[in-house]
């Protein structure tokens, strides 16, 4: 594989499994010094060690600003300022294999998503920004997803709203940042397999393959690939896009 990112590091939060870890892995194939950052810390630990190519782990919630800030220090402290942040750890709760009907849905649960899928996205910006500012580059990716940009029966309002949040906070941060030579972008994928997706019955996840015209789950590869594209100096002209990758599910 060409190392389209020899040189370069890489905060990747949610890391230590799932799409977050395909990501980090395809990041460190590609050449970059990873931190897998994760709550889990045993398993960000085993999902550093199997990716190799010097990378850390950190443990840190990306809700929590204080926990964010201690755990990008730690990072930063060990790897140095890092040249590509990935806003990949998210939430979507379900209740009994189900979305939570908004009309039943705790406020503390809405405040819970907002932290981790939406405000843990500015956290990592504003945590990265500075030193990519002072850098004079910087490539910055979010996950979003196609329920951030159609209806979907299978998610409560609060994962939805966010995901269609993080869509203002890319185009937005995008235009500040672009000037400082900064980009910033978002992927929306459709029905990735991955462990989120089993939180709701096999029959959600095959309705939802019969409505994507390529006629199949996304892997967390594909996503991975999207992102390492969206990272490297091929896409220097690419900024403040969200790009699906989602096999059709979702064309607008
Ligand atoms: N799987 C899909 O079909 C799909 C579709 C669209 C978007 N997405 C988005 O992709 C991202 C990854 O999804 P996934 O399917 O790999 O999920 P997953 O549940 O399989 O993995 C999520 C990872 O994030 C970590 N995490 C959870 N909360 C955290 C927190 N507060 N701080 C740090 N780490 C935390 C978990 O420990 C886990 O390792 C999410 O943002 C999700 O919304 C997924």
Known sequence: MEETHRGRTALVTGAARGIGRAVAEGLARRGARVAVMDIALDAAEATAAEIGGGAIAVAGDVGDWESFQAAHAAAVARIGAFDILVNNAGISPKRDGARVPAAEMDPAEWRRVVDINLSGCFYGARL???????????????????AGKHYSSIVGVHYAATKAAIIGLTRHLAGELGPHGIRVNAIAPGRIESPMIHTVGAAVNQAALAATPLGRLGTAAECADAIAYLTSDAASFVTGVTLDVAGGLSMT
Not at 128 to 146: E, N
């Open 128 to 146: 990265v920004a500075p030193a990519m500012i002072a850098a004079r580059r910087g490539a910055i990716v979010s996950l979003s997803s196609v």
